[in-house]
């Protein structure tokens, strides 16, 4: 397949951008591809909102800036915090223009939520289920765009770079050139070279190397581990935010349910075992504190007390304002047996949102030339140390309105390479047991939790790289046809090889 612009990922991120390019140029083909279904994002299950200057009266972009500065812990990059906070509005304006409704108070304005680290209220929402209505939004508007194909269930492996060409490439190699991907169609089991001028990765989080994660099982890092293979630049991978409060249940593993920051915005208290409110010895702003903060006082009174959890009492709401903002959640509850007026709802932090990712410039640039990154898979410099609260689907929409921006000058430039091989799979084979790959991913998921949770210290994190360099070396040898005697013969006996070749004899090595 050859296509102009490549866009991997269809969440905020990825259908952003393809909806810009494909209204530029109706004449050229965007390819959207995901590796699940069409919606299957980080971006459905966002809960809160989205973090944008749009009532001047009471809020000012100055005010947006400084609190993302400080949650940012003096990382940030104060240029890019300005571009976001500035851009944002119009990008805002932009996606109601798509169709996506943010809920309104009866004279007609927006209703303006608060979380936490934010000094004032203007986090925009559709009910407790803001992320679901944008992407629905955006893929009612990408299915009307006729240019745009979308291709789903197809698994990306690899961006190709001159290394498949045949060159030596080094994190030190300048001018690193990216000429289309390799990709798993999983309809097919085969593996296919797509041709683009220009290609944007949009691949979202990374909260599955964890044991328990708000992110559903398409949030691998896949994007980032790409950019990682083919010497692009990536950064502040250490930084990633667990959320306070996911909604604990016994034995979970995988995707939990997210309780949102609102909640404790609109006045929800964590409790612990013995029911007493504890934040107050931590922050004095209390349950609103930044989520840095409020996970580390619960991971801290989880560990003091001996439990798995602690609670979150809202059992002072009204029960019909609750559902009014939260529907979501009191279903939710509802369905497990927890009447949040009556009971308390148990709560623990699980791993949320990657604030490092693929190294990018102001328009969205990474260091890989004609490669575009944005959304959660981007390290913009927006989130430094620490992400403010709904500042992420804001991030994306603006940076996807940079890549689109520069990418829209650059791709009548470029022409396409007519010498790029076909995947090439001499010298690996496919592993027999998937088990071993199944239990590999339970392993990173117990030693990042384990070592590399929310509080960490050097001995964890060596433990942590131990293990980790060593399930690399063996996901390494199951693809690779290590063993040079395919047979069972004599003392080798192979179960993958049960019979004698005629062809082997002595190995001399
Ligand atoms: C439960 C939850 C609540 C949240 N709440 C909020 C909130 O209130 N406000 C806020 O601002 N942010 C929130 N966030 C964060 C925000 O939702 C995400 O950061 C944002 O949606 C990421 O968008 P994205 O487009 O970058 O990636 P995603 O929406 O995650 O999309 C990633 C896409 O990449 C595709 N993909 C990945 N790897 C491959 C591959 N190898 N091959 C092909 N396709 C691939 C996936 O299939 C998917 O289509 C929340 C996140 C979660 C999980």
Not at 76 to 86: L, P, R, S
Not at 206 to 235: F, L
Not at 389 to 406: G, P
Request: hydrophobic share 35%.
């Amino acid at each position: 397949m050859r296509t102009d612009f490549l866009v991997i990922g269809s969440g905020i991120a990825g259908l952003t951008y393809a909806l810009k390019v494909a209204k530029q140029f109706p004449e050229k083909k965007v390819v959207v591809m995901t590796k699940a279904a069409a919606d299957e994002t980080n971006t459905k299950y966002a809960q809160g909102g989205i973090a944008v200057v749009n009532d001047l009266e009471n809020d000012s972009f100055e005010k947006h800036i400084d609190d993302t500065l400080i949650a940012g812990d003096g990382l940030c990059n104060e240029k890019v915090v300005e571009i976001v906070v500035k851009e944002g509005p119009e990008r805002v304006d932009e996606i109601i223009q798509w169709g996506a409704k943010f809920d309104k108070e009866a004279d007609g304005d927006y209703k303006r939520g608060k979380e936490g680290g934010h000094s004032e209220f203007r986090i925009l929402h559709h009910k407790d289920v803001t992320g679901k209505e944008m992407e629905r939004a955006l893929i009612d508007a990408v299915t009307r765009q006729p240019n745009i194909e979308f291709v789903k269930h197809c698994f990306v492996i690899d961006i190709i770079t001159q290394h498949h060409l045949g060159y030596l490439i080094t994190k030190a190699t300048p001018d690193v050139e990216c000429y289309g991907v390799y990709v798993l169609n999983r309809q097919t089991n085969q593996i296919e070279k797509i041709d683009s001028k220009i290609i944007l990765l949009a691949t979202g989080g990374n909260g599955q190397v964890y044991r328990t994660t708000t992110n559903p099982s398409i949030a691998t890092g896949d994007g980032v581990a790409m950019v990682y293979r083919a010497k692009g630049r990536i950064e502040n991978m250490e930084f990633i935010q667990f959320h306070p409060t996911a909604l604990y249940e016994a034995g979970m593993k995988g995707q939990s349910f997210l309780i949102t920051e609102a909640v404790r915005g609109d006045g929800g208290i964590l409790r612990n075992k013995d029911g007493e409110s504890f934040m107050e010895r931590y922050d004095s702003r209390k349950d609103l504190a930044p989520r840095d903060i409020v996970a580390r006082a619960i991971d801290s009174e989880m560990k003091r007390t001996g439990t798995e959890h602690v609670w979150l009492d809202c059992r002072h709401f009204s029960k019909e304002k609750f559902i009014e903002h939260f529907p979501n959640i009191y279903d939710k509850c509802m369905s497990i047996g927890i009447d949040i007026t009556k009971d308390m709802i148990p709560v623990a932090p699980a791993a949320h949102y990657s604030c490092g990712g693929i190294k990018t410039d102001e328009w969205g640039r990474s260091s890989i030339k004609n490669l575009y990154a944005c959304g959660e898979c981007a390290s913009t410099g927006l989130h430094g140390a620490n992400r403010l609260a709904s500042n992420s689907l804001l991030e994306a929409m603006v940076f996807a309105h940079r890549c689109y921006l520069d990418a829209i000058d650059k791709v009548d430039q470029l022409v396409f390479r007519e010498d790029v091989p076909d995947w090439n799979a001499k010298g690996t084979a496919e592993p027999r047991e998937m088990i071993l790959i199944t239990q590999s991913l339970k392993e990173i998921q117990l030693v990042m939790s384990d070592y590399v949770g929310i509080v960490r210290n050097d001995i964890r994190l060596q433990r942590a790289m131990r293990r980790l360099d060593l399930l690399w070396e063996e996901t390494e040898h199951l693809y690779q046809s290590s063993a040079f005697r395919k047979e069972s013969r004599g003392l080798h006996y192979n179960t993958d090889y049960p019979g004698k070749s005629s062809l082997v004899q002595n190995i001399v090595l």
